[in-house]
């Protein structure tokens, strides 16, 4: 479990990747010290398990779905990541929910200055779009930030000056692949409404009949 709040920088030394997975290293002294084999780390929203670490890297193995389903397998070396380590019990909340299990990829379509602040519009796949509510949570390359504007197809957030200078936004050109994570809120919510619709009439699965059954 994560919240979306970056709180280091990487830098992506080697990825060696196939159709059937691979392996990623990243340089970062300022989490590998406390970072522990066998643990998770975000790398642009993506979660991960640590398999080799010293002071000053890590290296994760990757599989052949996550390749096919993020950005990770378009990284090249000397290219900035976001990193994140996992909630711990007493840590603050800020951010949301943010699983680590990225839904698709979206493409760079706007970075923007206004003032101090950034306009960041990302394209996102049609198969993702009813996760984007406008003012709703959304993740991009692990990042927790807010739907201001969207139109059916661009989802554009508005990103502060702290934000753009410790991720990688920055970084970021027209094109570029971002992995995306929808709300898991939403999602549970999603799955219910499937489920009830599916459901037949006569099972009568309502919250007033499970508290008549003594649930």
Not at 8 to 15: D, M
Not at 26 to 31: G, R
Not at 182 to 208: M, N, Q, W
Request: with cysteine.
């Amino acid at each position: 479990m994560f919240t979306g709040i970056i709180e280091h920088l990487g830098i992506v030394e080697s990825l060696k990747a196939n159709a059937a997975g691979g392996r990623l290293q990243i340089h970062a002294p300022s989490v590998a010290k406390h970072l522990e084999i066998s643990k998770s780390v975000a790398v642009n929203g993506c979660c991960l398990t640590v398999v080799e670490v010293n002071a000053e890297h890590f290296s994760a193995d990757l599989s052949g779905e996550t390749l096919r389903k993020t950005s990770i397998g378009e990284l090249k070396s000397g290219t900035r990541v976001n990193l994140e380590q996992p909630l711990t019990a007493g840590k603050e909340f800020g951010g949301h929910f943010v699983l680590g299990h990225v839904d698709t990829i979206g493409r760079v379509a706007r970075l923007a200055p206004e003032g101090d602040n950034w306009w960041y519009g990302i394209e996102v796949p049609e198969s993702f779009a009813r996760y984007i509510v406008p003012q709703g949570s959304i993740t991009i390359d692990g990042i927790s930030l807010t739907v201001a504007r969207w139109d059916g197809r661009l989802a554009e957030v508005a990103v502060i000056p702290f934000t753009y200078e410790h991720t990688n936004v920055r970084d970021k050109k027209i094109g570029d692949a971002v992995n995306l994570e929808g709300d898991v809120l939403g999602k549970y919510v999603e799955r219910y409404l499937e489920a009830r619709g599916s459901a037949k009439p006569t099972s009568h699965l309502t919250i007033e009949h499970l508290l008549s059954q003594g649930f």
